[in-house]
């Protein structure tokens, strides 16, 4: 039997208060202190002084949840890389800096698998080129495998974009330097973001107005220096038949399953995909036998009685390139129900 009522000693260590500031600013970071003082009872004072606090603890990234196809970035893959010679990470992460393709580049610490990359692209012949260009030239240096695979929907969650790409969108200008801005601090002030764009005040909240509601779906942060936790990846391959259908909606009562007020949700990604695997979860728990017990071997339980699955796995380590996307969300609001058609959409990021 599968326990879903997993306790993270990570809770248990920050109060009710901490917890709930970082949750009301993943789900919106520009909520103000005062809205923030009023829900949690305190006074601004109080508030102000606990946001800086957090802030630096866990060196608050705020940041922006696109739509990624509005944008005009509709080629997001994930690639995950098996090296038989062990790589120069500084170098690899020099190597893959050189694209705008690449938005997050994590080493594996434990696990089946090397590296995790998320790639996404303006167009598809980039894609292709860079995918190329970068099979042949780590193929040459390390004697790798490379194992792609589209993504088709997001279920859950969100991988933030870099500047660089944002900066190569196919929108007006005006438009492009604003979310840039924006992507580096989404809490930053109109008074601010006015200036750092060279326009007045009224203009800037005419032009945030337009900009929000054309590319935005959310104002939100990453935890870039999170507690002591386990961050496992998991990669599925399965045989689509009407058992696993069924078992893929038992699935979803693991997938949003969470502690109330929990300070990291317990998966903070899960994508369906089409390609080398068909399956992609990221969960978050307190060390590394837990993450794989949650995570890797739920996932088995539930699956391997109703249809044929490989299995690769990871804990991820520390980015060289980009941000994962650890916050704290309402994991039942955001998993929506599984639909029928779900396995053809195309995705709408």
């Not at 660089?164 to 580096?184: G, T």
């Not at 203009?203 to 496992?232: A, E, G, Q, W």
């Not at 996932?299 to 391997?304: A, T």
Request: proline share 4%; aromatic share 12%; glycine share 2%.
């Amino acid at each position: 039997m599968i326990n879903f009522d997993v306790e993270c000693n990570f809770n248990k260590k920050y109060s009710i208060v901490t917890r709930k500031i970082l949750r009301m600013l993943s789900e919106d970071a520009r909520i103000t202190i005062t809205s923030m003082a009023k829900e949690l009872k305190l006074s601004r004072k109080e508030v102000a002084k606990r946001l800086e606090h957090i802030e630096k603890e866990f060196d608050i990234k705020y940041t922006l949840e696109l739509s990624k196809t509005r944008i005009g970035f509709n080629n997001p893959h994930l690639i995950l890389v098996k090296f038989k010679d062990k790589p120069d990470y500084k170098k690899l992460a020099a190597l893959f800096e050189r694209s705008y393709i690449p938005q997050l580049v994590v080493p594996v610490r434990n696990g089946t698998y090397d590296l995790f990359v998320y790639a996404n692209s303006s167009s598809f012949r980039d894609y292709v080129q860079w995918d190329r260009d970068m099979r042949r030239e780590l193929m040459l240096k390390y004697n790798m495998q490379w194992e792609q695979s589209q993504i088709v929907l997001t279920r859950l969650g969100h991988i933030p974009l870099r500047d660089v790409i944002i900066q190569r969108a196919r929108i007006p200008e005006d438009e492009k330097k604003m979310l840039v801005v924006l992507n580096e601090n989404s809490r930053i002030s109109f008074k601010e973001l006015a200036s750092k764009l060279g326009i007045n005040y009224k203009t800037c909240i005419y032009d945030f107005n337009i900009v929000k509601k054309k590319y935005i779906k959310r104002f939100t942060l990453s935890i870039t220096k999170p507690p002591h936790i386990s961050i496992m990846s998991l990669f599925a391959k399965y045989v689509p038949t009407e058992a696993h259908e069924r078992a893929s909606s038992y699935s979803r009562r693991l997938y949003t399953t969470d502690e109330q007020n929990s300070l990291i949700s317990r998966y903070i990604l899960k994508m369906s995909l089409i390609g080398s695997y068909d399956s992609f979860a990221i969960g978050v728990f307190d060390c590394f036998e837990d993450s794989y017990t949650y995570t890797v071997q739920s996932y088995r339980q539930i699956f391997d009685d109703f249809s044929p699955t490989r299995i690769v796995y990871g804990e991820l380590g520390e980015p060289l390139l980009g941000t994962l996307p650890i916050r704290s969300m309402d994991i039942k609001k955001e998993y929506p129900p599984k639909r029928r058609h779900d396995t053809y959409l195309t995705n709408q990021q």
